[in-house]
Nanobody, 124 residues
Framework: QVRMVESGGGLVQAGGSLRLSCAASGRTFSSYSMGWFRQAPEKERELVAAISWTGSTIYYANSVKGRFTISRDNAKNTIYLQMNSLNPGDAAVYFC?????????????????WGQGTQVTVSS
């Protein structure tokens, strides 16, 4: 089993940056691909970025490509989401999730574990 705790959310002005972290527990963290999802009120849940076991393959949603960077440090059992050039459309609760796949997972039903989320608010 993998447990995750997200942190790093907060209030930022449009154009600003935030770095989200997700600390995972469990000895098999490196055996899971990881993803960042976001959920805004009255919007569908969206996969923002995903990363494979080793970090060698990465997926980004078109809405964040070129602005967000996902990374992982398996030695620290942690994944990150660097978010730059934030705009009000990025405001949401961000969740990190784990999937038992080697490459990155893009289907919501592939993810088995997730954290409690961290709120990102962007003021215009």
């Amino acid at each position: 089993q993998v447990r995750m705790v997200e942190s790093g959310g907060g209030l930022v002005q449009a154009g600003g940056s935030l770095r989200l972290s997700c600390a995972a527990s469990g000895r098999t963290f490196s055996s899971y691909s990881m993803g960042w999802f976001r959920q805004a009120p009255e919007k569908e849940r969206e996969l923002v970025a995903a990363i494979s076991w080793t970090g060698s393959t990465i997926y980004y949603a078109n809405s964040v490509k070129g602005r967000f960077t996902i990374s992982r440090d398996n030695a620290k059992n942690t994944i990150y989401l660097q978010m730059n050039s934030l705009n009000p459309g990025d405001a949401a609760v961000y969740f990190c999730e784990a999937a038992r796949t080697y490459t990155y997972a893009t289907g919501s039903n592939e993810y088995e574990y997730w954290g409690q989320g961290t709120q990102v608010t962007v003021s215009s």
